[in-house]
């Protein structure tokens, strides 16, 4: 598809149009961070026919395109006449015949090797047909080697060797050039077949891309844009949350601790009275307990003591008698307000702290918290209903900007989407000629094949010759005499010599039209193209073809703008989007084109109209208030535990064997019975298991109570220990923040709706700065571009100029080795063919009789033979 600049020109200011406009109004995010937008990329996943990239083949291909290469460069060292090139573009010389005959001393080392090159292989043309004549000629007389006589000599087995080794060396060269190409052939025959639907790719890939810019055009500004103006819709109606919540965590610092404070109080309040409840019953079953383990102490005791004194061996007197004098109680955990002078529980104080508590507990001290903490966190609700009106007005501008950008985007797309309709007619002239390439391209193959398989035909004959010859040479024969394997092996070389002469002058032909026409454009032309040299030191000079640079003075009007070809398929070839690419930054005019504030000149006036009243908001009720009070006022946290707490601590019981385990003085006992005899062994044993069972049964469960009393009294100290500081804090801060909510709460709404602000505005100046960077780098990647050009530098300079090179490269290289093998051929046959005649003297010479024993044979003067009977060894000089 060819486009003039004009026309490019023409289209330019649309595409921009376009472009800039998917920037301006703006691409809705993915996610809204508290105002901060996370911008999704325009979708990437965008599908191409043509990779360009070129597969140049498998081994051997890649070496050929080398030789080729290295042989060009070599012949044909110099650069090409840039000077002269750009000088005929730019129309200050005139191209003509006498322009390339006046330059022909400047253009000595682009073509004086193409030249020598050239004359060789026409010398070669006119000579090698005469050399051959001539050798045909005179063999036919009998000279030139022609006469079948041969003189055997001591270094015939060495020439042997030495004329089958280099033909046989030779030969392989011919036959691997031969197979590399039918490589060549095969290589072309799907470069050629493949050729049609290539260009047809490339051209559904330049559609393809310009129907996905278009859809990057509408993913941003129709798509995204809806969800943009949502966006800023939905921030416009949620006042509530944008400023009064800013509003309110911004005086949560004061006023949340003041509230977050009563609910604590409560779990104390509530801990407290569960504290003093749990105190009182647990003391009540300690007592109980008590009072059932010194009762059975007591008789444990008495039973101890009437049995020592009817004990037959006096334990109380005996040396293993243990000593059970300490067995009773020790402490007393009974109420010390029994009047019997024993006891240590306060049990007034805390029956009296109990009744105080038990309103102060039932008044619900986290539902009156709540009443305060409803009031503040109700305040971005309030701060809506009082600025609703102004915010209504600011929604009905935003909505307004839809229906004109929509208008302006439609305007600018549609120049672009009349490009695709013109490529139809394109594809459909490129895919007639398709069935033409398949019809006819197999031809173009069967003529090249016919030409390598005369070489191929020609070394088959070598090889068939010189295996046939090797298999079939016996030293011990005379010449004359060879068999019929060596004598065809001689045939087939000089048969392969023969096809040699008749057709190495027509290959030699075909190969120099093909070297003189693909060459000089492989190495003027393709080689610089590929590397991009040619726009490089041409159009892309500054001042080469005009002031400044061409294509910035074509396309822009302004040879300033440095805009190369070589630039922008470097670009390209990166998938950099069309933006960066054909630096159409110094063509429009963005900053103007950014300016989003020209769709909405005068929302930010209407933003200073929003105001908000906190007055109405209560953190600290009355009731609240008295609550606190009443707990602070409590007496719970003046009850003195030491006593009590202290007769807790001390042993159970008196025993000095173990105090609080009598299963130590039941295992004396147990020990002690066994030293008697008779019923006192009974009686101290039974005594024992009485003493374990107290243990088990009372004493450890007692133990066990006390333990968890006194765990209740330690708790309930580390409650009602700040009782009074916590109540005095809650009540300072709570007034403190109620005085700093009702000076300070309209300040602060009208900063957050000065960020508020902000914020809705700084949607577009977010968008504006990823929208360029996805102009730059993202809409409209331009690989399409480099892909279709390289595709049609792959197509002829590689595809099809490389193949037309590698047959005359082949061609030439077969010729340079039959040359060779022609001479080693034709020396070499003569080692292997039949002779007519074993000896030069022209009167004599040998033949083998019927027994296998040589005679000689005498030629007279009338023409007669006469047999020599005499019988000699064979014998050969």
Not at 73 to 89: C, Q, R
Not at 122 to 139: E, K
Not at 554 to 575: K, M, P, R, V
Not at 683 to 690: H, V
């Amino acid at each position: 598809m060819k486009m003039a600049p004009t026309t490019l020109v023409k289209w330019l200011p649309a595409i921009a149009l376009v472009l800039i406009v998917s920037i301006s109004v703006g691409q809705c995010a993915n996610s809204n961070n508290n105002g901060n937008l996370t911008l999704d990329n325009v979708p990437s996943d965008h599908v191409y026919q043509s990779s360009g990239e070129y597969d140049e083949g498998g081994f051997p291909l890649p070496t050929t395109w080398g030789l080729i290469d290295s042989f060009l460069n070599t012949i044909s060292p110099a650069s090409p006449p840039y000077e002269l090139i750009t000088g005929v573009i730019s129309g200050q010389t005139a191209f003509s015949v006498s322009l390339l005959t006046g330059s022909i001393s400047s253009l000595t080392g682009n073509l004086m090797g193409f030249a020598i090159c050239f004359i060789i292989g026409a010398l070669f043309v006119v000579i090698f047909p005469i050399v051959a004549l001539c050798f045909c000629c005179c063999r036919c007389c009998g000279n030139c080697g022609g006469k079948m006589y041969q003189k055997e000599g001591n270094y015939d087995r060495i020439k042997r060797v030495v004329f089958g080794f280099l033909l046989a060396l030779c030969m392989g060269f011919i036959v691997g050039g031969v197979a590399t190409a039918f490589c060549v052939n095969t290589f072309t025959s799907q470069k050629v077949e493949s050729l049609p639907q290539d260009v047809v790719d490339n051209i559904d890939d330049m559609v393809s891309f310009v129907t996905y810019t278009l859809q990057e055009i509408n993913f941003t500004v129709v798509d995204q844009l809806n969800y943009t103006l949502t966006q800023v819709t939905q921030d416009l109606t949620a006042i509530d949350q944008l400023v009064g919540v800013p509003v309110k965590q911004e005086l949560s610092s004061i006023v949340q601790p003041a509230i977050d404070a009563i609910y604590p109080l409560d779990n104390s309040i509530s801990s407290t009275y569960n504290g003093l409840v749990n105190i009182n019953t647990t003391q009540a079953s300690v007592e109980d307990m008590w009072l059932e383990v010194k009762t059975r102490v007591d008789q444990a005791f008495t039973d101890l003591t009437s049995a020592c004194a009817s004990c037959t061996g006096s334990c109380c007197s005996a040396p293993s008698a243990p000593d059970f004098t300490g067995l009773n109680m020790n402490a007393d955990w009974r109420d010390i307000n029994l009047g019997m002078g024993h006891g240590s529980f306060p049990q007034t104080v805390v029956d009296s702290a109990i009744v105080s508590m038990a309103d102060v507990n039932n008044a619900d001290l986290s539902s009156a918290a709540d009443e305060g903490a409803s009031n503040f966190n109700n305040l971005p609700e309030t701060l809506k209903n009082t600025t609703q009106s102004q915010i209504d007005a600011i929604v009905s501008t935003i909505n307004g900007l839809s229906g004109s950008i929509f208008d302006l985007l439609s305007a600018a797309t549609s120049q672009l989407a009349g490009i695709v309709g013109q490529v139809d007619g394109y594809r459909d002239t490129i895919n007639s000629f398709t069935p033409f390439i398949q019809d006819y391209d197999p031809y173009r193959s069967y003529a090249l094949i016919g030409f390598y398989s005369v070489l191929l035909v020609i070394a088959v004959l070598f090889l068939f010759g010189l295996i046939l010859g090797v298999a079939g040479y016996n030293s011990d024969v005379s010449p004359a005499h060879r068999g019929n394997c060596s004598h065809c092996g001689g045939v087939f070389m000089m048969a392969a010599v023969g096809i040699a002469f008749i057709f190495l002058t027509f290959f030699m032909l075909f190969t120099m039209l093909l070297f003189i026409v693909g060459g000089p454009v492989d190495r003027l032309v393709c080689d610089p193209l590929v590397s991009g040299e040619l726009f490089a030191e041409t159009i892309d000079k500054k001042d080469a073809l005009g002031p400044g640079y061409f294509l910035g003075q074509t396309l822009f009007q302004n040879g300033n703008i440095s805009l190369t070809l070589t630039g922008i398929l470097d670009d390209c070839e990166a998938n950099k989007a069309v933006y960066e690419a054909f630096q159409l930054d110094s063509y429009l005019n963005i900053s103007a084109l950014l300016d989003f504030q020209q769709f909405i000149p005068d929302i930010g006036s209407q933003f200073t109209n929003v105001t908000g009243d906190l007055t109405d908001v209560d953190i600290l009720t009355p009731s609240t208030r008295q609550i606190l009070i009443d707990f602070r006022d409590s007496p719970a946290d003046n009850i003195n535990w030491t006593l009590f707490k202290e007769e807790l601590a001390k042993d159970l019981t008196n025993d000095v064997n173990s105090a609080d385990d009598l299963s130590v003085l039941a295992g004396l006992l147990n020990t002690f019975a066994s030293t008697l005899s008779g019923g006192d062994v009974t009686t101290f044993q039974n005594l024992a298991t009485t003493l374990s069972d107290i243990q088990t049964n009372y004493i450890a469960p007692l133990l066990t109570e006390r333990d968890t009393l006194s765990t209740h009294i330690t708790d309930l100290e580390s409650v009602t220990s700040t009782i009074d500081s916590l109540v005095n804090a809650t009540i300072a801060a709570a007034d403190s923040a109620q005085a700093h909510l009702d000076s300070s709460g309209p300040t602060l709404i009208a900063q957050e709706v000065g960020d508020y602000e902000n914020r809705i505005l700084g949607y577009p100046d977010q968008f504006v700065t990823y929208a360029f960077n996805q102009l730059e780098n993202e809409i409209g990647k331009c690989r399409p571009v480099y892909n279709l050009w390289t595709s049609l530098i792959n197509s002829f300079c590689r595809g099809i100029l490389e193949s037309v090179n590698a047959l005359w490269l082949i061609m030439g290289w077969c010729i340079f080795f039959l040359l060779p093998a022609t001479i080693f051929g034709v020396k070499l046959a003569k080692h292997y063919r039949r002779m007519d005649r074993d000896d030069s003297s022209g009167n004599a010479h040998t033949r083998y009789g019927s027994d296998g024993d040589m005679e000689m044979i005498v030629q007279d003067g009338h023409g007669s033979n006469h047999f020599s009977s005499n019988k000699v060894a064979p014998s050969y000089a």
